[in-house]
C-alpha cells in the first residue's frame, strides 16, 4: 500500500497549480485523507484535511483559496491551489488514514512522497 503523489512544480504569485494523490494496493477502507507541508526549517503543518463522507477542514492560512476534495471510487484526494502566495512555498505531503485489513485492529496512517511548490516572481 502506497500513496502517490503528483502535480507540484513552479509557479508565479497569484497562480495555481493542483496535487493529487491516489492510494496504491488493496486497502478495506480509506478513512481521512489530508495534505500537511514543510517549509526549509519550519515544522510540517497540516494544510486541509477531508473525512471520509466529504466533510473538508482547511487552515485558516489557506481559506478562500485551496480547495481540498475526494473522489473515494479512485480513492484520491485532490489539492487545488489558487492564488499562490511566496509563503505558500513548501515540500507538500499527502496522507491518509487506511484500514487495509478487515482483521487489523486498527487504522493506520500512510504518508506519500513529497512534492515541491514553489511560488516565486
Known amino acids: 500500500v502506497q500513496l502517490q503523489a503528483s502535480g507540484g512544480g513552479s509557479v508565479q504569485p497569484g497562480g495555481s497549480l493542483r496535487l493529487s494523490c491516489t492510494v496504491s494496493?488493496?486497502?478495506?477502507?480509506?478513512?481521512?485523507m489530508a495534505w500537511y507541508r514543510q517549509a526549509p526549517g519550519k515544522q510540517r503543518d497540516l494544510v486541509a484535511d477531508i473525512t471520509s463522507d466529504g466533510r473538508p477542514a482547511l487552515a485558516d492560512s489557506v481559506k478562500g483559496r485551496f480547495i481540498i476534495s475526494r473522489d473515494n471510487a479512485k480513492k484520491m484526494v485532490t489539492l487545488e491551489m489558487n492564488n499562490l502566495k511566496p509563503e505558500d512555498t513548501a515540500v507538500y505531503y499527502c496522507a491518509a488514514d487506511l484500514w487495509v485489513a478487515p482483521e487489523d485492529s486498527s487504522s493506520s496512517v500512510y504518508w506519500g512522497k513529497g512534492t515541491q511548490v514553489t511560488v516565486s516572481s
Open positions: 494496493g488493496n486497502v478495506f477502507s480509506v478513512n481521512f
